[in-house]
């Protein structure tokens, strides 16, 4: 039933356009109205999110660890598992982020014969996200030919290696066919799995299925239902400059495109797709965990009066030197 | 808000990034550029209706090079009901003379350079 709501949500939104521009000849609403709308609450959306979750106290120091905290000098220890420093963060963020280390880690429990309950390492999580974000990144990147005048050479190159294989017209490009499957993978597993479906909300499948029309809107206009490709440019070139003008006959599916990105768009701060701010605001992953070496302050406490060890000796300074036991500071 | 420092710059990175088709056509000065294609022949009509062969010559083309080289079907009739040769340097080149100011403009402006011309000869140019 969830699965049938989103995908009667974005065959809804298809319907808005093929109206809209088919029939009602609203170009320019679709073209420049609604996309320029879109990426403002995109932007502030985010901007509000980012915000909302910096003003959010963390009162303890949670960083999840997996390995040797760094203690004595001839004990071991796993800088990147279990980070000290600003650098063996940075590092851990960034497997985090291009590598997706935290869902490497992905295990499965089963309960086989006996009954015993058995654990093991499942990657195909891990393979399927990774597959489909870096397509998704590359097949962005390749955008920018759509973007900006001139061509940049980024995108000249990204195009020669995605198109490597010069199979067929226009030549297949290999990050196309990887989104399908990863979308593929990533919504069939939501549907063959009853635990997983018991688990999914309509949320996970309609950012799923939303991202999937997207992407075929786009594979159909490159390799089946040509538009005029000169004139999207054309337009989004002036929106970008500010100028908008939208030229004659582009196309409907470019239009059905376009308009799902932007519903993409809107519905990015408000959804869970915020995961990209989100994973580099997780304390979990981006805190040091050097709570034996620094003080974790719980912002909201009210101000404590400590007295510290060296104030104390200092207090006591005669009195301890009197009984003949070791200072610190001697 | 907490480590605000930190937040700005990221944000102000992203957004940065988000917004970088703005930076760079500004910079390039080309935001309102788009390719004046100039075509020299006297003929009227090309091989199919234009905007068939504005969003789809490439189809063309391809259908034109299978069948000559996997068929030896050399003749194409056109909608207009004339034969023209199945051929790229002796048809599309003979009335589109002018490759640099015609196909590379159209080809550079999405990024696109088609490798024909590795084997296929381009026709000197006079335009």
């Known amino acids: 039933m969830k699965i049938i709501y989103s995908l009667i949500g974005v065959l809804a939104l298809i319907l808005i356009v093929a109206l809209g521009v088919g029939t009602a000849d609203l170009q320019y609403l679709f073209g420049v109205i609604i996309p320029v709308l879109a990426a403002l609450v995109f932007g502030v959306g985010i901007i509000y999110r980012v915000i909302k979750w910096a003003r959010s106290p963390v009162p303890f120091h949670i960083p999840t660890t997996c390995g040797q905290q760094k203690s004595l000098p001839w004990i071991k220890s796993a800088t990147l598992e279990n980070p000290q420093g600003r650098w063996g963060v940075i590092a851990r963020m960034a497997l985090e982020i291009f590598l997706f280390r935290s869902l490497f880690r992905n295990t499965r429990v089963e309960l086989r014969d006996g009954p015993r309950l058995a654990y093991g390492t499942t990657k195909y999580l891990w393979l399927g996200g990774l597959l489909f974000h870096w397509s998704f990144l590359i097949i962005l990147l390749r955008h920018f030919r759509f973007f900006v005048e001139p061509v940049p050479f980024f995108v000249l190159f990204i195009q020669r290696i995605d198109g490597f294989f010069q199979v067929g017209v226009p030549i297949l490009y290999v990050t196309d066919i990887f989104i399908l499957l990863a979308l593929s993978y990533l919504f069939f597993r939501r549907i063959v799995s009853p635990k997983i479906r018991y688990i999914s909300l309509i949320a996970d499948y309609f950012a799923l299925l939303l991202i999937s029309a997207i992407v075929i809107s786009g594979i159909l206009m490159r390799y089946f239902w040509k538009v005029d490709l000169i004139a999207a440019k054309e337009l989004v070139l002036s929106i970008f400059s500010f100028h908008p003008v939208v030229p004659e006959g582009i196309g409907l599916l470019f239009y059905i495109h376009l308009f799902l990105v932007s519903c993409l768009l809107v519905y990015f701060p408000m959804s869970k797709l915020m995961h990209m701010g989100g994973v580099f605001l997780s304390p979990t992953r981006n805190l040091s965990n050097g709570s034996r070496a620094r003080r974790h302050v719980n912002p909201w406490n009210p101000p404590v009066k400590v007295h510290t060890y060296e104030e104390w000796e200092d207090e006591f300074h005669d009195l301890i030197k009197g009984a003949g036991l070791p200072l610190d500071k001697e | ?127």
């Open chain 2, 1 to 127: 808000m907490y480590d605000s420092g930190k937040i700005i710059i990221g944000l102000l990175l992203f957004f940065g990034l988000i917004a970088s088709p703005i930076w760079y056509n500004l910079a390039s000065g080309k935001g309102s550029y788009k390719p004046d294609i100039k075509i020299v022949t006297t003929e009227k009509q090309c091989v199919a209706p234009t905007p068939y062969m504005r969003t789809s010559h490439m189809d063309l083309v391809y259908s034109w090079r299978d069948l000559v080289v996997r068929e030896n079907h050399r003749s194409y009739n056109s909608f207009t009901g004339r034969q023209y040769d199945m051929s790229l340097t002796g048809t599309c080149l003979n009335c589109h003379s002018n490759k640099t100011e015609f196909c590379d403009k159209c080809h550079s402006f999405v990024g696109e350079a088609p490798f024909c011309w590795d084997c296929h000869v381009v026709p000197k140019e006079g335009n």
